[in-house]
């Protein structure tokens, strides 16, 4: 009698797959956040009335820098993507969304740039004018599929999206969607105050992420905002 032969790899995807189908679905959304962070530090070379960095590489999809001192008049920077580099663009610097003043988390915090999205890249370049900042180093937050554990890439690939009307009106999402594993805990129990005005603040950075990245975004600006920069929690009270 002829024996028949099994492919094991297809064997092993079958038994997964029945696995991963008896498995209760997640409830959370499928487009999970997830993120690592690194930091390097760089130096700056004199050029002119400009400061500019060497090239850093890393992986990432989020990247800021920060530093001791005084802080530049101007900072420009520019990334790099399937070989190809940005054009120079300019960093905020300003702080009107930072710790309130004369407060603990004031005194401890770092100076540094606001945080930019930029997509799936692998390194990137600074340019300033100005201030005397020293011990500058870049924050790199990748927030792409291989930082997910490996369980939780194979419920992406078997899992399926269902179809549903959208919403009367908008959708609250809690913490737990854009941080599901906690990574981004706040250093402090948040206080609570009388709200007489509120304001809506955009994030700075280039408006290159699909709506699946939202959430790895939204994570990755916390990573970058308590541990960076060393604040209680990320800067914003809402994001739209």
Not at 31 to 44: G, H, I, L, R
Not at 114 to 141: C, E, I, L, Y
């Amino acid at each position: 009698m002829r024996k028949r032969r099994i492919n094991k790899g297809l064997a092993a995807a079958a038994i997964t797959g029945l696995i991963l189908a008896l498995l209760p679905a997640p409830a959370i959304p499928r487009s999970e956040a997830w993120a690592s962070v690194t930091e390097q530090p760089v130096a700056f070379k004199t050029k002119g009335d400009i400061r500019e960095s060497q090239i850093v590489e890393g992986p990432f999809t989020l990247v800021g820098i920060a530093w001791d001192g005084d802080g530049p008049s101007e900072l420009y920077v520019r990334t790099r993507s399937t070989g190809r580099w940005s054009p120079w663009r300019a960093l905020e610097t300003e702080d009107d969304h930072g710790p309130d003043v004369d407060t603990r988390e004031q005194a401890q915090e770092r100076h540094g740039s606001q945080p930019v999205w930029a997509g799936k890249s692998d390194a990137v370049q600074f340019r300033m004018r100005g201030g005397n900042p020293h011990r500058a180093a870049v924050t790199f937050v990748d927030t792409t599929d291989r930082t997910k554990p490996l369980f939780r890439r194979l419920r992406d690939a078997f899992a399926q999206t269902p179809a549903g009307a959208a919403p009367a009106q908008p959708g609250i999402h809690p913490r737990s969607d854009w941080d599901p594993a906690g990574a981004c805990a706040p250093r402090e129990p948040a206080s609570y105050v009388q709200v007489t005005t509120a304001f809506i603040h955009h994030t700075a950075g280039w408006n290159t992420y699909t709506q699946a990245e939202v959430p790895s975004y939204i994570l990755g600006i916390c990573l970058y905002h308590r541990n960076t920069r060393e604040w209680n929690d990320i800067a914003y009270n809402f994001l739209v």
